[in-house]
Nanobody
Framework: QVQLVESGGGLVQAGGSMRLSCGAS????????FAWYRQAPGKQRELVAT???????NYADSVKGRFTISRDNSKNAVYLQMNSLKPEDTAVYYC??????????WGQGTQVTVSS
């Protein structure tokens, strides 16, 4: 089992920055990759960014050049640095972990609201 706890959400003005954190605990060695997803009201949950155990990253086109995913293995933490935020980035952001058996773990989510 893996437990994920997000923090760092809140209200920010358009053009501002925010950093989300995700603390992981439990069977961390079983984790193949971490990711951030988001879900806006009335929309499906979408993938924002992923990072593998080797450090390879991928981003949704909508956030490329603005968001950066990173991890600190010594702290069992994953981060999402969000710059140049737009109102359309408003959503609940979820931390996700995938293990080597293709099982997904989810955090409880943290609200990010970008005002125009």
């Amino acid at each position: 089992q893996v437990q994920l706890v997000e923090s760092g959400g809140g209200l920010v003005q358009a053009g501002g920055s925010m950093r989300l954190s995700c603390g992981a605990s439990g069977s961390i060695v079983s984790i193949k990759s971490f990711a951030w997803y988001r879900q806006a009201p009335g929309k499906q949950r979408e993938l924002v960014a992923t990072i593998s155990t080797g450090g390879s990253t991928n981003y949704a086109d909508s956030v490329k050049g603005r968001f950066t995913i990173s991890r600190d293995n010594s702290k069992n933490a994953v981060y999402l640095q969000m710059n140049s935020l737009k109102p359309e980035d408003t959503a609940v952001y979820y931390c996700n972990a995938e293990n080597y058996f293709y099982y997904y773990y989810w955090g409880q989510g943290t609200q990010v609201t970008v005002s125009s």
